[in-house]
């Protein structure tokens, strides 16, 4: 027990860090709070709610993960260097794929709603 519990504070920690310190971390974390009550107005059912959420989860781990990369490549060369460049730009293709499936989702259970697919 004593290890879950160390384990989570450390989570919270990594995350109040990235609140702190990532713009895009904090946009996404506001975005989870955001799509948490508007996906009790779009979901048709328990399934799709867990799949809005979990698109938006996707979308803030995918988000943390560029962020240690991109930390780790400033700590280890504040220099340019095309390899860092190509690791961070994979970091942030990532990003937009994670961004991409949680528009898709949206967009699909929003035009089910609205009848409209």
């Not at 904090?26 to 508007?38: C, E, Q, S």
């Not at 280890?76 to 961070?88: F, S, W, Y």
């Amino acid at each position: 027990m004593n290890l879950i519990l160390r384990s989570l504070r450390n989570s919270f920690d990594g995350l109040r860090h990235g609140y702190r310190e990532q713009r895009k971390v904090r946009l996404t974390l506001w975005a989870l709070g955001l799509a948490i009550p508007l996906a009790f107005l779009i979901a048709d059912g328990p399934w799709q709610w867990v799949a809005l959420i979990a698109a938006v989860v996707l979308s803030l781990t995918v988000e943390l993960l560029n962020s240690c990369a991109e930390e780790l490549c400033d700590h280890i060369t504040p220099e340019r260097h095309p390899d860092i460049k190509a690791v961070k730009d994979m970091g942030s293709a990532a990003v937009f794929g994670a961004h991409l499936i949680g528009v898709l989702i949206w967009a699909g259970a929003t035009l089910d709603r609205l009848e409209l697919f």
